[in-house]
């Protein structure tokens, strides 16, 4: 069985500081690790994923996630964050050979001016 | 990108009743699409698994005669709540997938939310 576990539901960070959303999972086998974001009002939207290769994975608007398994982590990460990046924030697990996605609970991350 | 759709966005009906909530995938064939619910302030809970052409695999919990999934084109997958009942109130988001292989991406749409009276 898999799970993933966000500890932090809540993360209010001030604009233009560092950020860390923490997302640990799970999982006896091989894994595709994602991140979503979802942004009020809209629906979920895929900010970067993890199949294989590098460890470290970067989306398009700065957000970085490296994959850990050792540690069984995918912590998401943004150097300097922005108003606009204010979201839920779902971490998500699926068996290399499975059909469907594990969510974690979500973070929702409040960017403070 | 590849962008999916649901209809309605927000439906209220009254308890008993039957709602439809529609998924389109609109510049994509999906070969698989999955329905999830959402309750407030808690993470995405698949409920189904939908492939073209052939009958939904429903989560464990999942009342197959409640929850009526058909997915009769690769681009159209339709949720029916029967006999709804104020707690199946809730946000219901359909994702749509263009392959079979897993670690290709889930494209989500915007979510329904039902209010049932």
Redesign the interface.
């Known amino acids: 069985a898999q799970s993933v576990t966000q500890l932090d539901s809540q993360v209010p960070v001030f604009e233009e500081a560092p950020v860390e959303l923490r997302c640990n999972y799970s999982s006896s086998v091989s894994v595709y690790l994602f991140w979503y974001v979802q942004y009020p009002n809209q629906g979920l939207q895929l900010l970067l994923k993890y199949l294989s290769g590098s460890t470290l994975v970067e989306s398009i608007n700065g957000f970085e996630a490296e994959f850990n398994k050792s540690q069984t982590s995918f912590h998401l990460r943004k150097p300097s964050v922005h108003i606009s990046d204010t979201a839920e924030y779902f971490c998500a697990v699926t068996q290399t050979g499975a059909n469907n996605l594990f969510f974690g609970t979500g973070t929702r991350l409040t960017v403070i001016p | 990108g590849a962008v999916?759709s649901?209809h309605p966005s927000r439906v209220i009906c009254k308890s008993g009743t039957s709602v439809k909530i529609e998924c389109r995938s609109l510049d994509f064939q999906a070969t698989?699409m999955?329905w999830y619910r959402q309750f407030p302030?808690?993470?995405?809970?698949?409920m189904a698994?939908s492939n073209e052409g052939s009958k939904a695999t429903y989560e464990q919990g999942v009342e197959k005669d409640k929850f009526l999934i058909n997915h009769a084109s690769l681009t159209l997958s339709t949720l029916t709540v029967t006999s709804a009942h104020p707690e199946d109130s809730s946000f219901y988001?359909c994702?749509a997938r263009p392959y079979?292989w897993?670690?290709e991406?889930?494209?989500?749409?915007?979510?329904t939310r039902l209010l049932v009276l």
């Open positions: 999916v649901q698989t999955f302030k808690q993470s995405l809970m698949l698994t988001i994702s079979k897993a670690g991406t889930q494209y989500f749409g915007p979510g």
